[in-house]
């Protein structure tokens, strides 16, 4: 499901094919799989099928997805600087403190990674996984020129398919965030030879693979631990749509900790407690847009993972949903409560994200 909004849809009608999306409505969770065209005409169909979903929300939306991000920029003390988007660092932070031992299970080229690095007590170590060997090299490439010796010291790269993760190392995991591969719509509007070759199935392709991580992920957490499901997709298939085929297959046992269903349990308890909506969305207290957006650690404090400029879940309220609140205010993010996760869009934050992200919290 798309996140809680108030724009009418259907009243949009496309701007470059002149159709009206409400002639041609879309089942609920359809993405527009059932129409087909030639390759040429994909990047009217993609119009099409995402006017459908935001409706009049869909030009700005594209208008800011458009146009430049928003820059974060991450550097540890006497290290080159890494630019990253702040949602981000919005969704690595969203792990919380690791004190003994987290898992980025889709790690290239590895800006959570770094940012996963920031949370680390001073003897819990990280395994960075990529199973692409020529991003496994970036990955490598980036853990090296901006980490510290003695950080980069407790970072361990892997290259295993994280699709089977959960399999070879059970429940070995205090916190897993899987950042999966994904429709990544910012980066296809800007490649317009990449968005000639895209399909409406598409998204639910992905969306089999991207089960089966989360899944991985759900086995490689142990119990008490926490995973982090993270898109750059807009399309609800591949966001709240995962969330809810795991919830629904009931395979692990699980809690969601974000998004208008918080407290809903996969798992032997599938589907038997939700809780009250919230608000749909809100906007952080930050003024860091007015500042230069970043932030540099200092080498001593990043190991202990204690001193200021640490982002330490340990310093922060108890409660899942004012963690998220406080961290989109820290970056002064607007968070958008979806089913069960919730969304940075640049059309509300300033040109960040988009970023989705599920947290989930393993049964004792
Ligand atoms: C969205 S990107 C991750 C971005 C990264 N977390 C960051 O913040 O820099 C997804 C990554 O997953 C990798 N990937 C795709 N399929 C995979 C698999 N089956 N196992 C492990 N990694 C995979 C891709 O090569 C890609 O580098």
């Not at 952080?284 to 202990?304: D, L, Q, T, V, Y």
Request: glycine share 10%; charged share 25%.
């Amino acid at each position: 499901m798309a996140p809680k909004r108030s724009s009418t849809r259907g009243a949009h009608r496309n701007r470059k094919t002149g159709r009206n999306p409400s002639d041609d409505k879309l089942a609920p969770g359809d993405t527009g799989a059932a129409r087909t065209g030639s390759p040429s005409d994909a990047s009217e169909l993609f119009e099409d099928t995402y006017s459908h979903l935001f409706g009049t929300r869909w030009q700005g939306l594209r208008d800011a997805l458009e146009a430049p991000g928003r820059r974060h920029l991450l550097s540890f003390e006497g290290y080159p600087t890494y630019v990253l988007d702040p949602a981000s660092v919005f969704a690595a932070r969203l792990v919380g403190a690791i004190s003994d031992h987290a898992v980025d299970l889709c790690a290239a080229p590895g800006g959570k990674t770094l940012v996963l690095t920031t949370m680390l007590a001073p003897t819990a170590t990280l395994t960075a996984n990529e199973r692409s060997s020529r991003r496994r090299a970036r990955l490598r490439h980036v853990l090296e020129t901006h980490l510290p010796p003695e950080v980069r010291a407790r970072v361990r790269v892997s290259g295993h398919d994280a699709r089977r993760w959960g399999v070879h190392r059970p429940a070995a995991s205090e916190a897993v965030l899987v950042d999966v591969p994904c429709s990544a719509e910012r980066h296809l509007l800007n490649r317009p030879s990449e968005l000639a070759r895209w399909s409406p199935r598409r998204g639910g392709r992905l969306a089999r693979d991207q089960y089966a991580m989360l899944r991985a992920a759900l086995q490689a957490a142990k119990p008490g631990g926490r995973v982090v499901y993270a898109t750059c997709a807009l399309n609800p298939t591949e966001n709240d749509g995962v969330i809810r085929r795991a919830i629904e297959r009931g395979a692990e046992r699980f809690t969601v900790l974000t998004g208008t269903r918080a407290g809903l349990s996969g798992g032997d308890d599938a589907g038997s407690k939700t809780s009250d909506s919230r608000g749909r969305s809100s906007r952080g207290h930050s003024s860091s847009r007015h500042k230069p957006e970043g932030e540099s650690f200092p080498i001593e404090s990043a190991r202990s993972g204690e001193e200021e400029g640490v982002r330490s879940g340990t310093s922060l309220p108890q409660s899942a949903a004012q963690e998220v609140e406080a961290h989109a205010g820290e970056l002064d993010l607007a968070v958008e409560h979806c089913d069960y996760g919730v969304q940075i869009m640049p059309d509300q934050s300033s040109g960040a994200g988009p970023l989705y992200a599920a947290v989930l919290r393993i049964h004792e």
